[in-house]
Structures are given as structure tokens and as C-alpha cells.
């Protein structure tokens, strides 16, 4: 059990929390909206002490191409604006799209 409080206090001792005004969630979601990502969706964790991050943000696209295009400018333009590299990529497998 002691391997997972070191886990739940980890934020509170780290880097500083984002919220919906910070740089980078304003750059992911500009650069979605660059590539016409539809309904974005920015989910607030920050009250979730297990969670990865402090937000997730999602959106719809209509074509494999098109999600890679979103993927590809969201990492190109967090790091070049933020400095920041990505911790997780999703959906590169799959490249999903969704039905309707």
C-alpha cells in the first residue's frame, strides 16, 4: 500500500496544476480546431487524485486522415509553442472513426 500513496501524492508535490486558461490547453485546442476537429470536449480531472493528468481533451473527426492530421498538429504545435513533449499517444493504431 505504501507504493500507492507515493503514487496519489505525487501531484501534490509536482508541477503546478493547469487549469482550462493554461497555455497548452489553449494551444491543443486551437490546433484541433486548425485541422476542423468537431465537438471538443475538455474533461476536467483535476478533482480525481488517480488520474494521469489534469485534463483530457477529445473531439470527433471524419476520416483516418483527418485524425492523424489533428494528432500530428496537436504534438507539432504543443511543442513548438509550449516546449512541451507528449506523455501518451491514443489512437495512432486505430485511427478511429466514429459512426454516426
Same mark, same amino acid.
Do not use: W
Given at each position: ?8 501524492? /505525487?501531484?501534490?508535490?509536482? @508541477?503546478? /496544476?493547469?487549469?482550462?486558461?493554461? +497555455?497548452?490547453? +489553449? ?8 485541422? +476542423? ?9 483535476? +478533482? ?16 483516418? $486522415?483527418?485524425?492523424?492530421?489533428? @494528432?500530428?498538429?496537436?504534438d ?9 513533449? $507528449?506523455?501518451?499517444?491514443?489512437g ?9
Amino acid at each position: 500500500m505504501e507504493q500507492l500513496s507515493v503514487l496519489t501524492n /505525487r501531484k501534490k508535490k509536482g @508541477a503546478a /496544476r493547469l487549469t482550462k486558461a493554461s +497555455k497548452i490547453i +489553449k494551444t491543443i485546442i486551437a490546433a484541433i480546431q486548425e485541422k +476542423k476537429g468537431k465537438n471538443i470536449i475538455s474533461l476536467d480531472l483535476r +478533482k480525481i487524485n488517480e488520474a494521469v493528468a489534469d485534463f483530457f481533451i477529445v473531439c470527433e473527426a471524419s476520416s483516418q $486522415p483527418q485524425i492523424r492530421a489533428i @494528432a500530428d498538429n496537436v504534438d507539432d504545435r504543443v511543442r513548438d509553442k509550449c516546449g512541451e513533449k $507528449p506523455f501518451h499517444h491514443e489512437g495512432y493504431n486505430n485511427l478511429q472513426v466514429g459512426v454516426d
